[in-house]
């Protein structure tokens, strides 16, 4: 198994759309995640912090399911500016090493 | 506050060359990580330190590359000897420690020709 695993993107959906990704990892001593975005030739930006069973920021919730191991992102309400990579961070629980997930194309259109 | 500072952003070397990439972590942030990007593909994870000391180099391609995060002044990747291969987006990230997240700088752009 991955230490983090990522939906298969690209995801294409309508504005207006709900979408939701899933995120995988292998690590069950990790305690936080993160959900971060980035767009094309720019640096990740972090977008969201799940430290318990979840997170909610407007249009954007997190979910976490420690038995599971995995973690997802449901964005309601797409808008056209949402058109990014979503990537999943997994810190190390007992180790050092951060590991990103490949990450999931979200293109969202008019 | 700053943020996390790279530079140079965009860096042009010859084969052969020597490529030095700089990062300044955001203030009150003694974590930095370097992640390097190939064009459509993901972060790879490169190397994890600390001031004055290499915590995990795991990532680290074993031959030309190397790091260091002195006591005073930025973080610095080394690439020695650039080949093509090398040309990537690399960022570097801070952090205060877990559980914080990381803040990215804008990256630099090494192209090898």
């Known amino acids: 198994r991955k230490e983090v695993e990522q939906d298969p993107g690209p995801f294409n959906v309508p504005e207006g759309a709900t979408v939701a990704f899933n995120c995988t990892y292998s690590n069950s001593a990790s305690q936080s995640f993160f959900w971060y975005r980035q767009d094309c030739r720019k640096e990740p930006k972090l977008l969201m912090s799940?430290?318990?069973s979840g997170n909610e920021d407007g249009r954007f919730t997190a979910q976490l399911n420690r038995a599971s191991q995995y973690i997802s992102l449901l964005i309601r309400d797409s808008k056209l500016s949402d058109s990014a990579t979503y990537l999943c961070?997994?810190?190390?629980?007992?180790?050092?090493?951060?590991?990103f997930g490949a990450g999931t194309r979200l293109f969202v259109k008019a | 506050n700053a943020g996390v500072m790279q530079n140079p952003r965009h860096l042009v070397r010859r084969r052969g060359q020597e490529a030095r990439l700089r990062c300044s972590p955001m203030k009150g942030h003694s974590h930095v990580y370097w992640y390097r990007q190939l064009p459509e593909e993901g972060l790879k994870f490169m190397v994890y330190l600390q001031k004055e000391n290499i915590i995990d180099e795991s990532g680290m391609p074993k031959e030309r590359f190397s790091a260091e995060f002195p006591k005073e002044g930025p973080s610095i990747l080394r690439i020695q000897q650039v080949v093509r291969g090398d040309s990537a987006a690399y960022f570097c990230?801070?952090?205060?420690?877990?559980?914080?997240?990381?803040?990215f700088g804008s990256g630099t752009r090494l192209t090898v020709v």
């Open positions: 990230a801070s952090s205060a420690g877990a559980p914080e997240g990381y803040t």
């Open positions: 799940v430290y318990s």
């Open positions: 961070v997994v810190p190390p629980g007992g180790g050092f090493k951060t590991i």
